[in-house]
Nanobody, 125 residues
Framework: QVQLVESGGGLVQAGGSLRLSCAASGRTFSSSAMAWFRQAPGKEREFVATINWSGSSTDYADSVKGRFTISRVNAKNTVYLQMNSLKPEDTAVYYC??????????????????WGQGTQVTVSS
């Protein structure tokens, strides 16, 4: 069983930056594709970014390309989301997700097995 715990959320002004972290327990992290999703009030959970097990391949939602960067340190069982040039529309609960077994990175939330509890990001205008 893998547990994911997000941290780093908070309140920031538009144009500011935040770095989210997702710490994983269990032995499957280093073989798992990881992703970040977000959910704003009244909206469905949407894909933000994903990274493969080695960190050599990443993908981003068009809305965050050029502003957000996903990365991972397998030795620390941690995946990160660096968020720059934040906009009010980035306000949401951000969730970390994992797909074990050397699965390919995916934009589809249904393909992820493990989920964290989420961390709130609020961007004020």
């Amino acid at each position: 069983q893998v547990q994911l715990v997000e941290s780093g959320g908070g309140l920031v002004q538009a144009g500011g930056s935040l770095r989210l972290s997702c710490a994983a327990s269990g032995r499957t992290f280093s073989s798992s594709a990881m992703a970040w999703f977000r959910q704003a009030p009244g909206k469905e959970r949407e894909f933000v970014a994903t990274i493969n097990w080695s960190g050599s391949s990443t993908d981003y939602a068009d809305s965050v390309k050029g502003r957000f960067t996903i990365s991972r340190v397998n030795a620390k069982n941690t995946v990160y989301l660096q968020m720059n040039s934040l906009k009010p529309e980035d306000t949401a609960v951000y969730y970390c997700a994992g797909r074990p077994g050397y699965g390919s990175p995916s934009v589809r939330r249904g393909e992820y097995t493990y989920w964290g509890q989420g961390t709130q990001v609020t961007v004020s205008s």
